[in-house]
């Protein structure tokens, strides 16, 4: 279903004419995510100009990417001095990457600060893939419309005691409020265009008071706002539903107007069609067969193809009995 519904979603091969067809028997209706799978990070960036504080959890690995010949000193006073490269025994080692980076590997760490020396300024990335502390983030919507606030979200898991969470959107930085355990914001005005990376930052400590530091990002898509879905009626004519929409259209182009048709949670039919429209105002009419004469969903969608994105999309219900609806 969702291989499907993706096609139906992003396929921008242009058609003479409209295509319609049906959906295997009981196959789940799925709508559109309201946003990307939360990201997962484990790991946090630093930035070193002669040292920097890296903090760990204790009781897992820890990888550190530095430049070539950083010095180590462990909570315990233990140092990987910048000749040598560790061992097992030792529970550090040095890996060297080539000539200006090395990969610091500690096999368990011990809760506190590790202290990195540098020779000259450095981006430091150090990740504790085993420790139960993990950033989640993620962004609604996943296709924002101009003028659509967007909402910023986060989560740690682990035993966490306390934390603050920022975020840096569009070059602004955000802080994160915390309720119920999600940490999240709304911004109202965004005015980035295409695809945006949004970058997190989690610093706090964990119930037995250790420090911890957390970096993920989130995506999201700005819409350019070329076109926009308004009413949109629906009607049983000649055992197919027909969906008539109205467009108000910016960018003129190559659109594609898409209809699934669904009841109970179960996909029925689709129907396809692509549109070459012009600036202003434009009306859209697709035929979807359709057997079925008892209440229906029609998810409603319009995509750009000239200029790609999510134009659009709605949701609609036809009643039994009921010939057209707004």
Known sequence: ???????????????????????????????????????????FVRTAKTSVDLPATGGSGMLITTTAGARLTTPTGDVLRPRENGSLDRGVRRFHVDAKSDVIHIERTEPGNYRLDVDAPALVVAAEPDSPIALETWITPLSRQPGEPVTLFAKLTGEIGNARVTARAGGNAIELTEKDGIYSATLPDFTGIGLQQVRFEADGETRDGVRFARNGTS?????????????????????AVRV?????????????????????????????????????????????PVANAGELLLDVRLLGLDTIGVAGRATVELHPRTETIE
């Open 1 to 43: 279903m969702k291989r499907l519904l993706f096609a139906l979603l992003f396929t921008s091969s242009l058609f003479a004419q409209d295509l319609t067809g049906v959906f295997a028997p009981g196959e789940t209706y799925e709508a559109p995510a309201e946003h990307a799978p939360a990201n997962v990070s484990r790991m």
């Open 244 to 288: 008539k929409a109205s467009t108000d259209v910016v960018i003129p182009g190559a659109y594609r107007f898409d209809v699934i048709v669904a009841s109970n949670g179960t996909a029925l039919a689709w129907g396809e069609g692509v549109r070459q429209l012009e600036r202003g105002a434009n009306e859209l009419v697709l035929d979807v």
């Open 219 to 239: 995506e999201f898509v700005a819409e350019r706002g070329a076109a926009r879905l308004g009413a949109i009626h629906a009607s049983r004519v000649n055992g």
